[in-house]
């Protein structure tokens, strides 16, 4: 069972792959078939399972030999652990836990790949919720607005004290969009553990290239993915 789902997964974040790609090229991103993005030959059945054919293929196009980023094995591999993670520590059944962990990977990869928070998938994030219903209506909104609330201020101090965005105006609108989902003080960690990871990545990496400056600009919306499920599945209560 387990592993059926852990399939499952691996389909579906084969999906979100080509999803997140097409988006920050600007594509159609529902219709239209698959293609090697360097030689641009169609992908039949045998090169699309995922996993199995980054490995069976050894990481290289089956037409002009070139070699498919690892992102694609990686992005496949986390979805399958993601969504075993919820059929364990919720239940097999658990749709709206499957539904929550493909919006955030989605909302994080389009991010990387665009370096920008797509306001479509915040509106999915928001009619999922009148879905599922994860919380009540009115810990949500409470949650919505102190996470909008509380990390507009971080943006506007951090414009007013650096002038610069320590944070764009999507990862504003992201945070207070998962705030439906949570509860006030866990919208309160999803955000302050996204600064702390982001910040320990961001020193880390200063350290390794030996250099006392990042000027280059960092997607911020996957950690506070990873923090948002993180928070989810393991059910963070901190307060
Ligand atoms: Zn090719």
Not at 29 to 56: E, K, T, V
Not at 96 to 107: D, K, Q
Not at 217 to 225: G, H, T
């Amino acid at each position: 069972m387990l592993f059926a789902i852990g399939v499952i997964g691996a389909v579906i974040g084969s999906f979100v792959n080509v999803v997140s790609l097409r988006v920050a090229k600007r594509e159609d991103f529902i219709h239209g078939r698959s293609y090697c993005p360097h030689c641009h030959h169609r992908l039949c059945a045998l090169d699309l399972l995922p996993i199995f054919s980054y490995l069976f293929l050894r990481g290289k196009c089956r037409w002009c030999k070139h070699s498919i980023s690892i992102r694609y094995l990686l992005v496949e591999i986390t979805f399958a652990i993601l969504f075993v993670l919820v059929a364990f520590l919720k239940q097999p059944m658990e749709v709206r836990g499957y539904f929550f962990c493909t919006m955030c990977m989605l909302v994080a990869l389009i991010d990387f790949d665009s370096f920008e928070v797509d306001l479509r998938m915040l509106l999915i994030l928001v009619i999922g919720y009148f879905c599922f219903r994860m919380n009540s209506v009115e810990e949500a909104m409470l949650s919505m607005m102190s996470g909008l609330v509380l990390y507009f201020t971080v943006y506007g101090i951090g414009k007013w004290v650096w002038k610069e965005e320590v944070l764009g105006m999507g990862d504003v609108y992201y945070l207070a969009t998962l705030g439906l989902y949570f509860s006030p003080s866990q919208i309160l960690f999803v955000g302050l553990f996204s600064f702390v990871v982001a910040g320990g990545v961001v020193i880390g990496w200063m350290m390794l290239s030996k250099r006392n400056k990042v000027h280059e600009k960092i997607p911020f919306a996957p950690f506070i993915s990873n923090s948002a499920l993180l928070t989810y599945l393991f059910s963070i209560q901190w307060i």
